[in-house]
């Protein structure tokens, strides 16, 4: 069912497995809904996924990927690309890779998930590894620590060297690299606020949940 349109949660599980579940996408609304303290309530759970309302105004809670075999969850404005590749790791080591990605006219969103598994790195090696690799060449203008829940990283904005603008964040989280990074590709706003948009909106989902089949 690749390509299809449709939102993710109005028909029948997709085919690819790394698409969003209904019941982690249940799960997850709920979560949010209670920390954020939002004035979403949750209407009824059923198969087709959550609905919701807002008082005064429509709830917008499409667009949030859940990807339970990598414990993350992302807003994509539509199904991303999915590719399996490689990570240089700080240690010399090449690892796996998954990356995750959107093209727009004025964009580029991409999450990219390494699995450091193999042998033990220090989380702190590890990010301001990946934060060297990803601003080689570029000029830093922000870089603050960072965190999303009770997990701690870094959060960048950097010039890069084509004219292009990224903002984008680094975290360790049980093994495993996260790089979320969101390309204004014009100096245009609206290009920037959606880089900004996708790059807020990395969640880490519960490790508890079974993973999927690759």
């Known amino acids: ?11 029948a599980p997709q085919e690819n497995t790394e698409r969003p579940t209904i019941r982690a996408y249940v799960y997850l609304q709920a979560w949010r809904i209670s920390r954020r303290r939002t004035p979403y309530a949750i209407d009824s759970l059923h198969p087709g996924g959550v609905r919701s309302r807002r008082p005064g105004r429509g709830a917008r809670l499409e667009g949030i990927h859940v990807f339970p075999a990598y414990s993350f ?16 790791a700080s240690d010399g080591r090449t690892v796996e ?11 580029l969103l991409r999450m990219t998930v390494a699995d450091l598994s193999g042998a033990p790195i220090e989380d702190t090696a590890a990010i301001d590894h990946a934060v060297e690799t990803l601003t ?43 790089q979320i990074e969101g390309i204004a590709l014009s100096v245009d706003q609206g290009a920037r606020a959606a880089a900004i948009r996708f790059q807020q909106s990395l969640d880490f989902t519960s490790a ?7």
């Open 1 to 11: 069912m690749a390509g299809d349109p449709r939102p993710l949660l109005e028909g």
């Open 97 to 107: 890779a998954r990356v995750y990605s959107v093209t727009q006219a004025s964009s």
């Open 136 to 178: 080689q060449g570029s000029e830093i203008k922000v870089d603050v620590p960072h965190r999303i829940g009770s997990v701690y990283g870094r959060q960048l904005s950097i010039d890069r060297s084509d004219g292009s603008h990224s903002f984008f964040a680094v975290f360790y989280r049980k093994w495993r690299l996260y």
């Open 73 to 88: 969850s992302v807003a994509f404005p539509a199904n991303p690309k999915i590719e399996t590749t490689t990570y240089q």
């Open 208 to 214: 508890s949940a079974p993973p999927l089949p690759p």
